[in-house]
């Protein structure tokens, strides 16, 4: 009996959701990666809400963003959000890697938003 690696992934994630919790002063930052983009939603647990979302499907980041390879744009994700965070008054979050390994995308992401004063 074989699992997929989408099965295997989810098993990773419900593993680490038991683990994190946000708040509205430390909420978690959830990333998923599909084949071509990377989403991550800023989540208050106790109200049940997603404070902020972005993706590299997002206006501002197109603009800023032409072309170049997942990882520099990954990084680039964080650096143009990370201010939008800190003005809404975020400035510690808890990173929800989301199952996937910290290394490539999700890495280059934690960066870009740790470069911009984001503290993990």
Known sequence: MSTTYQERRKKRHERI?????????????SVYRSGKHLYA???DDYQ???LMAFSTLSEKF???????????AAKKLGQLFGPELTSKGIKKIVLDRGGYK???????LAE???ETGVEF
Do not use: D
């Open 62 to 72: 197109k603009k800023s963003f032409t072309k170049g390879n997942p990882v520099e």
């Open 41 to 43: 939603q800023a989540i």
């Open 112 to 114: 870009g938003l740790r």
């Open 102 to 108: 910290y290394h490539g995308r999700v890495k280059a």
């Open 17 to 29: 959701r038991k683990m994190i919790f946000g708040t509205s002063e430390r909420p978690r930052l």
């Open 48 to 50: 049940a809400k997603t």
